[in-house]
């Protein structure tokens, strides 16, 4: 089974509806990190997470929320989609440590919002 | 704003040549990474090269930086057709923010 998991993997919606991306980890790391991928752009974060109670905001967060229920699962919620939020979500997960471990991605959910 | 700018955009090579990829980025690092994203798909950890560090390798995988300059190379030797994909580069600012900056990165096509 993959370390780190997305549901779904690919979502079609409407502008103004409300969208969660699920993302569910084995690793057993602490932090998670929520980015959106643009065709021709790198990853952009949107927020991240380095323990239950820990929630900051990334680059690009306006127009996005997540909430950390566990240690294992980190959700990215469009609280009212619009078109300019379709693109390619990732989710990851790194280790502890004074320094910012390797990053371990899930596959992705592709999102249109049409 | 991305923190690292990646050089070239996107390379064609033939299988069996080398490939080499640069990236510049603008703040002092703890760290500097290279991954690998075949079409659509998560991200893959290459290899990670610390601010002490100049070069690295990692199999047919070879990493340079030169925190002078603020930039990196990546050099993949004797291509494989397998080694098409988007490669990134990313960075850890130094001031242990905890997340990375990843730059636009490069395209590499490798022809059979």
């Known amino acids: 089974d993959a370390d780190v998991t997305q549901t779904p993997r690919n979502r079609i919606t409407k502008t103004g509806k409300r969208i969660m991306l699920e993302c569910s980890q084995t690793k057993g790391h602490d932090r998670m990190y929520w980015y959106r991928q643009d065709p021709g752009l790198g990853l952009r974060l949107i927020y991240y997470s380095f323990d239950v109670k820990d929630i900051n905001k990334g680059e690009i967060s306006d127009g996005y929320s997540v909430s950390r229920q566990a240690q294992a699962k980190f959700s990215l919620s469009l609280e009212s989609a619009i078109p300019n939020q379709t693109a390619l979500y990732f989710c990851a997960t790194s280790g502890p440590g004074w320094e910012t471990d390797t990053q371990y991605f899930g596959p992705g959910t592709r999102l249109t919002v049409l | 704003s991305q923190q690292g700018e990646e050089d070239p955009q996107a390379l064609s090579i033939q299988e069996g040549e080398n490939a080499t990829m640069n990236c510049s980025y603008k703040t002092s690092i703890n760290n500097l990474q290279w991954y690998r994203q075949n079409s659509g798909r998560g991200l893959v950890h290459l290899i990670l090269?610390?601010?002490?560090?100049r070069e690295k390798h990692s199999g047919r995988l070879r990493v340079t930086l030169d925190t002078s300059k603020k930039s990196s190379s990546l050099l993949i030797t004797a291509s494989r057709a397998a080694d098409t994909a988007s490669y990134f580069c990313a960075t850890d600012a130094a001031g242990n923010t905890g997340k990375l900056i990843f730059g636009q990165g490069t395209t590499l096509q490798v022809k059979p």
């Open positions: 090269i610390r601010s002490n560090e």
